[in-house]
């Protein structure tokens, strides 16, 4: 028996012209269908029309919700503004109907009353787009055999109204400076599309610049939109209430609680962004809590304001620093999980802390810790029963060290540490130990760009273990390169700028990351002729830039697009010295966070066994499809919402220099994975093809030409890949 689709409209919704009024005022339309008759349609018949009701019991699921004329905005825009949707798949209705309610999604039942919402969503979505003569017709087409509908949305978007004039009312009276901080960067321009959104920006700007420069009352009184008939021109008039100028008054602090130490008042004043008869300014109070709240020997810190009401005559707002102090003396176990060299590592750890270390706020850390890395290639029975700390599967580091960090230097926004550490990295065949001595400074050029100073004095000692291995035991592989196990004493310098614009640490769906490093080792030669070991340097400059880029392709953001593009290049600078870059700051590709067609580290230059030597320049890059594909699952017994699949394409690869670079030596990989957020971010599995290896053979470098599931690189982590 076939199905059979009976079609008819349903009802019909304009936007209507008007000739000005305030920006929250919406044209209605009273609905023509409610309570018992859920729907009125029409179809024909060769000698008459039948007339079909659908009562709200009758259950028919959806089918199908279909969007037609939309030539501005694409389906999936249109979907994300509307309730109505198509009914889940009948087995994830199954499980949620038959096996257990926090398992899949109910079926979605057509409703006359969410369709007529929808209508006035889609018209408000229009019409804050500029389109003010929009017309939006609704269909339905009815099976009745299996009691399901599909729903059209049928629209006429009209012409799309221009912003051809922006006024600004009552702002006469306030601060020059701050008058000439509302023209300097408007949110709107002239001769553009008009967007309610870019109007709601620019009025929350001014009252910004208003609370930022004294105005504390400041308030909108209205916001007004004209529309001429004649034209489809917009004309935007805001008008603002600033009230009166204030400034901040006095500043009282107050410690809450005695946790063994005490921190003088002058700390707490000096991270302050102002003090008493400044202009008061809302980010200023703002910046203040943070800066406290980065000390790192507070629980808490909040700064509360006293705004006069309309019957004071004063023109000051005292303010009130509550802080409550955290414990002088900590000690502080730790599970290490982490994506270091872009390989999985877990490790543990202990630290101890000091606040308020000798006063101004400083804090002691004292740490040791120790980790494994690339847990899946472990040969665990081989390590205990053979070979121990020498045998190649067996990688990783101990740390042990010690640093005191200051939390300010001349200004708030400058901090700088100081470290002295003891670092024993394990390779399969190769083991360095370095004593390292670290100062750095972080200052803070605006609120989401940072810059970081670090000088390194570090002495590096190389030791063979394969030597000490019979060739049976290690596969007969030998050691790499002999310029690499040579001690070294280096001295380096390294400068990074970044900018962070991402809407989340650990899940990004918006935004961008940029971040430039440059390096330079052996600037001070000089001092290492006072120390008695002649010990080889290395006299070189390194360039790293790396910038990630997010885009959500959807209004709810289940879909997520990511980019990552990083390139770098290093070069040795002096003629009569030839020491190599120090083998931990060569470049690498190959990982969970790099090419994930390979393992770690192991794509770029090798030496005559194999053995990855790492590079002097890289180019890598990645693309991501994070998908949120299984959110009508439920959440049983996990939480489906929280589960995301991903597709992603690699490419990269190390040369030894830059002159070797070649586009026909890029590798590409390409593979899939899933995320499953948590509150330490999201933990990751991913499985890498290399989709064409330089290395192989002409005939055997792409994916195809090569069995499939022989190279499957496997990678976990916590956190994204970028």
Same mark, same amino acid.
């Given at each position: 028996?076939?199905?059979?689709?009976?079609?008819?409209?349903?009802?019909?919704?304009?936007?209507?012209?008007?000739?000005?009024?305030?920006?929250?005022?919406?044209?209605?339309?009273?609905?023509?269908?409610?309570?018992?008759?859920?729907?009125?349609?029409?179809?024909?018949?060769?000698?008459?029309?039948?007339? +079909?009701?659908?009562?709200?019991?009758? %259950? *028919?699921?959806?089918?199908? /919700? $279909? =969007?037609?004329?939309?030539? #501005?905005?694409? @389906?999936?825009?249109?979907?994300?503004?509307?309730?109505?949707?198509?009914?889940?798949?009948?087995?994830?209705?199954?499980?949620?109907?038959?096996?257990?309610?926090?398992?899949?999604?109910?079926?979605?039942?057509?409703?006359?009353?969410?369709?007529?919402?929808?209508?006035?969503?889609?018209?408000?979505?229009?019409?804050?787009?500029?389109?003010?003569?929009?017309? +939006?017709?609704?269909?339905?087409?009815? %099976? *009745?055999?299996?009691?399901? /509908? $599909? =729903?059209?949305?049928?629209? #006429?978007?009209? @012409?799309?109204?221009?912003?051809?004039?922006?006024?600004?009312?009552?702002?006469?009276?306030?601060?020059?400076?701050?008058?000439?901080?509302?023209?300097?960067?408007?949110?709107?321009?002239?001769?553009?599309?008009?967007?309610?959104?870019?109007?709601?920006?620019?009025?929350?700007?001014?009252?910004?610049?208003?609370?930022?420069?004294?105005?504390?009352?400041?308030? +909108?009184?209205?916001?007004?939109?004209?529309?001429?008939?004649?034209?489809?021109?917009?004309?935007?008039?805001?008008?603002?209430?600033?009230?009166?100028?204030?400034?901040?008054?006095?500043?009282?602090?107050?410690?809450?609680?005695?946790?063994?130490?005490?921190?003088?008042?002058?700390?707490?004043?000096?991270?302050?962004?102002?003090?008493?008869?400044?202009?008061?300014?809302?980010?200023?109070?703002?910046?203040?809590?943070?800066?406290?709240?980065?000390?790192?020997?507070?629980?808490?810190?909040?700064?509360?304001?006293?705004?006069?009401?309309?019957?004071?005559?004063?023109?000051?707002?005292?303010?009130?620093?509550?802080?409550?102090?955290?414990?002088?003396?900590?000690?502080?176990?730790?599970?290490?999980?982490?994506?270091?060299?872009?390989?999985?590592?877990?490790?543990?750890?202990?630290?101890?802390?000091?606040?308020?270390?000798?006063?101004?706020?400083?804090?002691?850390?004292?740490?040791?810790?120790?980790?494994?890395?690339?847990?899946?290639?472990?040969?665990?029975?081989?390590?205990?029963?053979?070979?121990?700390?020498?045998?190649?599967?067996?990688?990783?580091?101990?740390?042990?060290?010690?640093?005191?960090?200051?939390?300010?230097?001349?200004?708030?926004?400058?901090?700088?540490?100081?470290?002295?550490?003891?670092?024993?990295?394990?390779?399969?065949?190769?083991?360095?130990?370095?004593?390292?001595?670290?100062?750095?400074?972080?200052?803070?050029?605006?609120?989401?760009?940072?810059?970081?100073?670090?000088?390194?004095?570090?002495?590096?000692?190389?030791?063979?273990?394969?030597?000490?291995i019979t060739p049976d035991e290690i596969d007969q592989q030998l050691p790499p390169d002999r310029r690499f196990e040579e001690p070294q004493f280096n001295s380096l310098i390294a400068f990074t700028l970044q900018r962070d614009m991402?809407?989340?640490?650990?899940?990004?769906?918006?935004?961008?990351?940029?971040?430039?490093?440059?390096?330079?080792?052996?600037?001070?030669?000089?001092?290492?002729?006072?120390?008695?070991?002649?010990?080889?340097?290395?006299?070189?400059?390194?360039?790293?830039?790396?910038?990630?880029?997010?885009?959500?392709?959807?209004?709810?953001?289940?879909?997520?697009?990511?980019?990552?593009?990083?390139?770098?290049?290093?070069?040795?600078?002096?003629?009569?010295?030839?020491?190599?870059?120090?083998?931990?700051?060569?470049?690498?590709?190959?990982?969970?966070?790099?090419?994930?067609?390979?393992?770690?580290?192991?794509?770029?230059?090798?030496?005559?066994?194999?053995?990855?030597?790492?590079?002097?320049?890289?180019?890598?890059?990645?693309?991501?499809?994070?998908?949120?594909?299984?959110?009508?699952?439920?959440?049983?017994?996990?939480?489906?919402?929280?589960?995301?699949?991903?597709?992603?394409?690699?490419?990269?690869?190390?040369?030894?220099?830059?002159?070797?670079?070649?586009?026909?030596?890029?590798?590409?990989?390409?593979?899939?994975?899933?995320?499953?957020?948590?509150?330490?971010?999201?933990?990751?599995?991913?499985?890498?093809?290399?989709?064409?290896?330089?290395?192989?053979?002409?005939?055997?470098?792409?994916?195809?030409?090569?069995?499939?599931?022989?190279?499957?690189?496997?990678?976990?982590?916590?956190?994204?890949?970028?």
């Open positions: 028996m076939h199905s059979h689709y009976y079609t008819g409209k349903l009802f019909r919704r304009n936007g209507v012209l008007s000739g000005g009024g305030k920006i929250a005022k919406r044209f209605t339309v009273p609905l023509f269908v409610l309570a018992v008759i859920a729907m009125l349609i029409v179809f024909h018949k060769p000698v008459m029309a039948q007339v +079909i009701y659908i009562y709200a019991e009758d %259950n *028919f699921t959806i089918r199908d /919700v $279909r =969007f037609e004329g939309n030539n #501005s905005y694409s @389906e999936g825009v249109l979907r994300d503004v509307v309730e109505i949707e198509k009914s889940p798949s009948r087995f994830t209705s199954w499980l949620n109907t038959k096996v257990s309610a926090k398992l899949g999604r109910q079926p979605n039942y057509f409703d006359v009353i969410q369709v007529g919402e929808d209508l006035a969503r889609l018209i408000e979505f229009y019409e804050g787009n500029g389109f003010f003569n929009v017309s +939006i017709d609704t269909s339905l087409a009815i %099976n *009745f055999d299996h009691q399901r /509908v $599909r =729903f059209t949305f049928d629209i #006429s978007e009209g @012409e799309r109204w221009i912003i051809r004039n922006i006024t600004y009312e009552g702002l006469d009276g306030i601060d020059s400076l701050a008058l000439q901080k509302i023209y300097d960067k408007p949110e709107i321009e002239i001769d553009i599309p008009y967007q309610i959104d870019l109007v709601e920006r620019e009025y929350q700007r001014i009252l910004d610049v208003l609370y930022n420069n004294g105005y504390a009352k400041a308030a +909108i009184d209205s916001v007004n939109v004209e529309f001429p008939r004649h034209e489809p021109e917009a004309s935007v008039i805001m008008s603002f209430d600033p009230g009166e100028q204030f400034a901040f008054g006095d500043i009282q602090i107050n410690i809450e609680e005695d946790r063994g130490h005490s921190v003088s008042p002058n700390i707490i004043y000096r991270m302050l962004e102002y003090k008493t008869d400044d202009t008061y300014s809302l980010a200023n109070r703002s910046r203040s809590e943070r800066n406290l709240n980065r000390l790192g020997i507070f629980e808490s810190a909040k700064i509360d304001i006293r705004i006069p009401s309309s019957d004071d005559t004063t023109r000051v707002i005292p303010s009130m620093v509550n802080v409550r102090l955290r414990s002088k003396h900590e000690i502080t176990p730790e599970v290490l999980v982490n994506d270091e060299n872009n390989a999985f590592n877990i490790g543990l750890g202990v630290g101890y802390s000091n606040r308020n270390f000798l006063g101004g706020a400083r804090i002691l850390t004292l740490r040791s810790r120790f980790r494994v890395q690339s847990v899946q290639e472990l040969q665990l029975v081989r390590v205990i029963n053979e070979n121990g700390w020498r045998d190649p599967s067996l990688l990783g580091a101990i740390d042990i060290g010690v640093e005191v960090r200051q939390p300010y230097i001349f200004t708030t926004r400058t901090s700088g540490r100081w470290g002295v550490s003891y670092i024993l990295e394990k390779h399969p065949y190769i083991q360095y130990t370095l004593l390292r001595n670290r100062i750095g400074i972080n200052h803070q050029f605006a609120s989401t760009t940072y810059g970081i100073l670090d000088w390194t004095l570090e002495r590096v000692s190389p030791r063979t273990l394969n030597d000490e991402t809407d989340d640490v650990f899940s990004p769906t918006q935004g961008f990351f940029h971040s430039g490093t440059i390096e330079e080792g052996g600037l001070l030669p000089v001092l290492f002729s006072y120390l008695g070991e002649h010990l080889p340097y290395s006299q070189y400059v390194k360039t790293t830039f790396t910038g990630r880029w997010y885009f959500p392709m959807d209004i709810r953001r289940n879909h997520i697009l990511g980019l990552k593009l990083k390139a770098g290049y290093a070069t040795l600078y002096a003629k009569d010295n030839d020491t190599p870059i120090p083998f931990h700051r060569r470049f690498f590709a190959g990982g969970s966070g790099s090419v994930r067609g390979w393992k770690s580290r192991q794509l770029g230059p090798v030496d005559d066994r194999e053995r990855p030597v790492g590079g002097m320049a890289i180019i890598e890059g990645n693309i991501e499809s994070r998908i949120n594909i299984v959110r009508n699952l439920g959440e049983f017994p996990i939480d489906f919402n929280n589960l995301w699949g991903v597709l992603f394409l690699d490419f990269g690869n190390v040369w030894e220099n830059g002159s070797d670079i070649r586009p026909q030596e890029i590798a590409l990989a390409t593979g899939f994975g899933l995320r499953y957020n948590t509150l330490i971010g999201p933990i990751r599995i991913d499985f890498g093809f290399k989709l064409y290896d330089p290395k192989r053979p002409e005939h055997r470098q792409w994916l195809f030409d090569r069995p499939f599931f022989k190279d499957i690189a496997l990678h976990f982590g916590i956190g994204h890949a970028f």
